[in-house]
């Protein structure tokens, strides 16, 4: 039971009351006194008539004006009102005491440990927080808030740790531990954009393979040559091209990219190159081209294979000489912009068909990346997913959902055509139609991938050696080019060259159609 009693501040009003429940052997369980001139009371359930005998005496107190029951104290609402907002929050949020021990833990920390909040209470915060020691950082009660990279979980975070320092019964500042709130984006600290690898370390990545493909691409970042990178879609080309134009000199100039395969022949001049006044009606005074409004910065081309032969030809002219023409006029316009370029798969696939300018490719190709698909990364997949997760989570401000065990092995072993897009947009999908928080397979929903028929299945009584042979290999090229969609590619995996393999595919029409010349 509890009372609210409303009255005027007076000298040894508590020690009446408290007085008056002693005379009725009532057992007081908590008190609390509010500045605004209240008192709570928090007391066992009383008979009815104990409790019809216990109001009078508490009202006739002197300067007492009012005393009713009260569903809840004060400090019951603020805890109460302090575990909703940490259960809502997306964030990792722990509070450690003096010593790194942890006294609370949001729903959010504890499903990226994979452990119940039990189970975390009175545990050292640093053997769950790697990458940075918060129990050294509270050894030195600090006075400041700090902000420092850690790793929860599978996923990197940026952990704002606030020190808390109450006043004790002497009036002297007592130093009682932290609250560390883990952040996707980094708070307070410069932004991970300034220079080096700092631009590379946002992107999650346990493959070696993958690991020095960014250190190659961390060397490339500052040289002020062409750089081409290619691979399938949906592995982050866009994401590598946009770090290295941070990690280089040119990051404070601006970035910008150009799909080339989605610009029709007469639009894309234009926007690449501009045009003079008075051409078209919509902008008579003219209009600056991408190369010029990047002038000092990055171009991006993407999908560079779909771009026309005739904007092959003025893009080539613009790299030998370092300018263009605008559509309509005669002078030359100067620019200093880095191109980067990416290409779905190999572009020497459409050089090959004799779709793409060779002299062109080669002027492109100083510097190359090549991109491995996700499903040549079965290591980063969980990784990428439980990242991506908690991203969702906080888009549409959920508490973070997990995945059963089931789940992450049906992520692991699909064979993700369209890439990391493929993976991230599948989970944003699956958290927005989640009604726990604990994801199932039936929860995912992927296309099927084709069934693929019995390489095997050969008449052998009416074909000859050749014939089979011929019938196996085509059914092996059939299986493996969904997921090596390049010659390079998949002469690699077989140890043939790429011309061979290319041959080959034209042979059993598998693919695209690669015209001969």
């Not at 009815?48 to 569903?71: G, S, W, Y």
């Not at 975070?157 to 002297?172: F, K, Q, R, S």
């Not at 959920?398 to 993700?416: F, H, I």
């Amino acid at each position: 039971m509890r009372l609210e009693i409303t009255c005027e501040d007076r000298l040894g009003l508590c020690q009446e009351i408290l007085a008056i429940l002693r005379e009725n052997e009532i057992d007081l369980r908590g008190i609390e006194v509010d500045p605004v001139g209240k008192i709570y009371l928090n007391f066992p359930a009383l008979e009815f008539a104990d409790f019809q005998e216990l109001m009078p005496k508490i009202r006739r107190i002197p300067n007492v004006e009012d005393v009713k029951t009260t569903p809840y104290m004060p400090s019951e609402r603020e805890h109460y009102e302090f575990n909703m907002l940490l259960s809502t929050l997306p964030n990792p949020v722990i509070s450690v005491d003096a010593k790194g021990h942890i006294d609370v833990i949001n729903s959010a920390g504890a499903a990226l440990l994979n452990q119940d909040k039990s189970e975390l209470k009175g545990a050292w915060v640093d053997d769950w927080l790697g990458g940075y020691s918060v129990v050294r950082w509270l050894e030195k009660k600090p006075q400041e808030a700090t902000t420092a990279q850690v790793k929860c979980g599978r996923s990197a975070y940026y952990a704002n740790i606030l020190p808390i320092w109450l006043t004790d019964e002497d009036g002297e500042p007592s130093f009682a531990g932290a609250v560390i709130h883990c952040q996707s984006e980094p708070v307070g600290i410069p932004s991970l954009s300034a220079q080096g690898s700092a631009a590379f370390s946002h992107i999650l990545t346990q493959h070696s393979g993958f690991r020095r493909i960014l250190k190659d691409a961390e060397r490339m970042a500052g040289l002020e040559v062409p750089l081409l990178i290619e691979g399938e879609t949906g592995v982050g080309k866009e994401l590598i091209a946009r770090a290295c134009h941070k990690a280089g000199s040119r990051s404070e100039a601006a970035f910008l990219a150009v799909n080339c395969g989605a610009l029709p022949d007469n639009v894309a001049e234009s926007e690449l190159f501009g045009y003079g006044a008075g051409i078209f009606n919509n902008h008579p005074e003219g209009k600056k081209g991408i190369f010029e409004q990047a002038d000092g910065g990055t171009v991006l081309l993407d999908s560079v294979g779909d771009m026309s032969p005739e904007l092959q030809a003025k893009l080539l002219r613009f790299i030998q000489h370092g300018s263009f023409r605008r559509i309509g006029e005669e002078a030359e316009v100067s620019v200093d912009v880095r191109i980067i370029c990416s290409a779905r798969g190999s572009l020497m696939d459409p050089v090959e068909s004799g779709d793409f300018r060779e002299d062109l490719y080669y002027r492109l190709n100083v510097l190359s990346l090549n991109l491995p698909p996700l499903r040549e990364r079965k290591g980063d997949v969980l990784l990428l997913a439980e990242h991506f997760l908690q991203q969702s989570c906080q888009r549409l401000g959920r508490p973070l959902v997990r995945m059963s065990s089931a789940c992450q092995n049906y992520l692991t072993q699909y064979n993700w055509p369209g890439n990391i897009r493929q993976l991230e947009n599948t989970l944003f999908r699956s958290v927005s139609l989640a009604d726990g928080e604990l994801l199932e397979p039936q929860d995912i929903h992927l296309p099927e991938l084709p069934p693929i028929s019995d390489s095997l299945d050969i008449d052998l009584d009416e074909a000859s050696l050749e014939e089979a042979v011929k019938s196996f290999e085509a059914s092996m090229l059939r299986r493996l080019y969904p997921s090596y969609p390049s010659t390079r590619q998949l002469a690699r995996k077989l140890g043939l060259s790429h011309t061979a393999i290319a041959n080959k595919l034209r042979e059993y029409g598998i693919g695209k159609q690669r015209r001969r010349d």
